[in-house]
């Protein structure tokens, strides 16, 4: 195996805003974890994540792991000017 067949590792930028267009299907439910994790270090409050409106396929997935995500507290639909059904405000567990 040559050093040009390893995948090197996205370094996200931890912002108050997650755009997971760039991202593969399979990425998501890690990068939301590790993503989530860093947002609480950086003591946000909420952060939004953007899925994309499409068929809606990325966004039931995005919500899925929300609902069951141990740092989230709540979720909701992004407003007009945020993405609206193209994004979402996860509320964070406060520590």
Do not use: C
């Not at 499409?54 to 995005?62: A, E």
């Amino acid at each position: 195996m040559d050093e040009h067949s390893l995948e090197e590792p996205v370094v996200v930028p931890i912002e108050d805003t997650l755009d997971l267009h760039t991202f593969r299907p399979e990425e998501v439910k890690e990068l939301l974890d590790d993503y989530l994790e860093a947002a609480l270090v950086k003591e946000f409050h909420e952060v939004l994540i953007i899925h994309g409106k499409g068929s809606g396929t990325l966004r039931k997935r995005v919500h899925s792991i929300l609902h069951k995500h141990p740092l989230v507290s709540n979720i909701r639909q992004a407003g007009a000017l945020q993405g609206g059904w193209g994004a979402t405000i996860v509320v964070l567990k406060r520590n």
